[in-house]
Structure formats: C-alpha cells, structure tokens
C-alpha cells in the first residue's frame, strides 16, 4: 500500500511537537484548520452531551485549563484548542487579534462538526467568547467568563502591566512551570502587541450586548479586576440571563488554582440550580452568588451572598 509522503512527514513533525505523557486525562488530538495544525484536547469518550470548550488567556496554551476541564470530561462534550499562534498549534501568517481569534473558535467547531457549544472562557478567552457570540450569536447556547480581561480597569497598558505582575504572586507556585514555556513560545513582543489590544477591547459593550444565560466567575484577590460591587454595579445594567458569582480566595487564574470550586459552579449554571458552595473542595475559597438577572430562574435567596 502507497503511502503519501508529505503526509508522513506532517505526522512525525506532529509527534516531535507532542509529549510522550499526556498532561491530564483528556485525549490530545490534532486537526488543520485553514492550513494550520491546531493541537487540542477532547474528552476521551465524548458524551452524548452538549459541547463545552475552554478557550485560554493570552499567551498561554490550554495546558493551565484543563485541571478544571478534566473534571466535566464526562459530563459534557469537552474540548480545549490551543488557538492558532498558541501552545503546540501552529503559526498564522500573521498574529491574530480578538475577531481572528474569535473566528478561529468558530472554525475549530465547524472543523470538529459541532454547530453550537458553550464556551468557557479565562482572560483573554472572556473577550474570545464575547466576540464570538457578537458574530455567531446562533452558535453559543451559553457563556461563562472567568477572570474577563479587558476594558477601562485595565488601561493604560502600564497599569495593565503592573496588575498583571501583582497577580503572578498570588497564583499557586506550580503555575509557573505550566505558563512559563508558553510565554517563552509566544514571545516578549506578542504578548505585549496582544495585550495592548486586550486593554482596548469593548469588553463591557459586547457584554450587555449578550442575550444567553451568562456566568461571570470572578476571585476577589484577582488585581485585573475591578472590586467586587463595581462588577456588580455594571452586571446590573442588563436584564440579561447575567449570574455573577464571586470565589474569595482565587486570584485570576481560577481554572487551574480552584478547579473544584469552579467545575462546580459550572455544574450548578448549567442545570440552572442556586450556586452554593462546595464542600468538597479544599482550602478556605468560598463561592457564593452576589447578582442573578431577573431572566434567570429564582433561587429564593440560597446561595446569595451571606
């Protein structure tokens, strides 16, 4: 039998980009889209369930999302792309801004044959989703953004800078063996091209714009954020299907540092149950509800702030 050899040839070039041991429980896959290699992660055995994908922060892979990930591997169609210029995936011609990436995710879903999911967003995936639903409204059955960056809070760029420092001190110190070689791959230049355009995003339009159930995950530690009642105080200028849900404890990076905490919180928005906190997961994080839209069914006060 004939084999072709570029074909070949892309598969070793493929195997030399992938670790011997995998980094967590999902399986890790490859595709091309619009020429490029995409490597992702994807349940193992995919429920007959909705689809959830996680889209990652700038600069990073979706190596630090898949602690939280993992854990609703079997509850929902998970998937975790390395977006293209990211990660393992390839590089584009040129760097993609937020819309190109945005529409990267739709071409992932196109390529995987999935016409509509929910996504998960971290950082920089918040304003990903956010531009996704302003172009594939029909596509997105419901939003959760954790940790949103973009917007006025984090303007100038030396302020953004300055939070983003802050932060590094108050993630888990094994964060930094995940998020190093990413930003070592990704680069000095692109991370700052990237993150000047996060601090210029209409994050808090595209926002109010949507009209899908909504959860907003955010850690009162985070210094990307603004306070806790500021972020109440502008969720509730929509009548949208906005859950706002506060982890005391957690810092920006909520998917990998309190990954029980926040699968949980998942589960409960996506049955359409009152967030109450998890006694399962350990440490002090508290999770707790501080505003529900009135689109949003009634919890009769369980799980409000105490």
């Not at 954790?146 to 006025?152: C, T």
């Not at 849900?245 to 949980?264: M, T």
């Amino acid at each position: 039998m004939s084999t072709d050899p570029n074909s070949s040839a892309e598969s070793r070039r493929r195997e030399r980009k992938t670790p011997r041991r995998p980094a967590s429980s999902l399986a890790e896959r490859w595709t091309n889209i619009d020429g490029i290699d995409v490597f992702y992660r994807e349940s193992p055995n995919p429920p007959d369930a909705p689809a959830m994908m996680h889209l990652h922060g700038f600069g990073l892979s979706g190596r630090y999302l898949l602690p939280t990930a993992e854990r609703l591997r079997d509850e929902f169609h998970t998937l975790v792309p390395d977006l293209p210029g990211y990660g393992r995936s390839g590089n584009p011609p040129h760097a993609l801004d937020v819309p190109h990436l945005a529409h990267a995710a739709a071409r992932f879903l196109d390529d995987r044959g999935i016409g509509s999911a929910t996504l998960v967003g971290n950082s920089m995936g918040c304003p990903v989703i956010l531009e996704f639903a302003h172009h594939h409204p029909e596509r997105l059955d419901r939003a959760i953004l954790v940790s949103p960056a973009g917007g006025l809070h984090n303007q100038p760029l030396g302020r953004a800078v300055g939070q983003l420092a802050r932060d590094g001190g108050r993630e888990p110190p094994r964060m930094i063996r995940v998020a190093a070689p990413d930003y070592l791959r990704f680069g000095v230049p692109s991370t700052f091209r990237m993150f000047r355009a996060l601090t210029q995003y209409p994050s808090l339009e595209r926002l109010l714009e949507l009209n899908i159930p909504t959860l907003v995950v955010i850690g009162n530690r985070d210094p990307l954020m603004p306070g806790p009642a500021r972020v109440k105080q502008v969720a509730s200028r929509t009548d949208n299907h906005v859950l706002l849900v506060i982890i005391e404890g957690a810092a920006h990076a909520i998917n990998f540092s309190h990954p029980g905490e926040l699968a949980h919180i998942i589960r409960l928005f996506m049955a359409d149950r009152p967030i109450i906190d998890d006694p399962d997961s350990p440490g002090t994080a508290r999770s707790y509800e501080i505003h529900r839209g009135k689109h949003l069914p009634p919890t009769e006060g369980v799980g409000r702030e105490r």
